[in-house]
């Protein structure tokens, strides 16, 4: 009999164990939105995150039957939702979207998600889109070692505080276009599989691409760097789009010019 009963114990133990390794977006946007920090390890994210509750945006909308469903023009109007609790991920996977932008055809609507404190997606893999375009990062925030397997784009992100980009990997275009980083940011051995876009991009405390892996085309077009610029062993396969670059007030070419003499 205590045999069977171990048994049993073991039994419900190990399937707690197996469902506690898959966490559902929606709970972690339940607990974002009762103002509770997110930590999660070497988790499986199912569903959707999308960080700027559009879905529930346009439910309440439509509860109080407002005008603005039924508007119906090109433009876009900007709804934003300040996530104010740190979030961190470390290892985790996310096995679907994870958006912090959202332009929604149906409302005529733009949904977009910015960060009040830490965010961190440490040793994370993306496997759909990572979509932060237009987001203000207000604190720290980490994606080293992130894998983005889908669709991606920072454009036009601001970061405020430290961010880090180290050891990082994205298989798809890989957009910082319009991108702000008003501190030094580290994208050091960094893989880009195809194209990287840094047009007009703003480094306004420097930025190291040491070791980055640029395998297609890299587009710099417009780029400004102030402070450190380290392109140690930086690797580029196809072309690098240069023009009116400027590295310390100084052209690209020039720069290179500099450096290597």
Known sequence: MKNIIFAIVVFFAT???????????????????????IKYSNKTIIGQLDFTLMEETIKEKTKKKSSWWNKKNNSYNTINNNVKVAISFTNCTFKDNVLAYVADEDSGETFKADFDKDIKFINCKFKSKAMFKYSKFNDDSDFS???FLGDTTFKYSKFYKNIDFSHSFFSE????????????????????????????TKFNDGVSFKDVNFKEDLNIKYMNVSSAFNISNMKVGYEIDDKYTKINGKNFSKYLLERNN
Request: charged share 20%.
């Open 173 to 200: 275009i890989a957009t910082f276009k319009y991108a702000i980083f008003t501190t030094n940011v580290n994208f050091e051995s960094t893989i880009f599989e195809s194209s990287a876009i840094f047009k007009y």
């Open 15 to 37: 399937g707690i164990s197996y469902t506690q390794e898959n966490i559902q977006a929606s709970e972690i946007i339940k607990a974002i939105k009762a103002g509770e920090d």
């Open 145 to 147: 070692g992130a894998t």
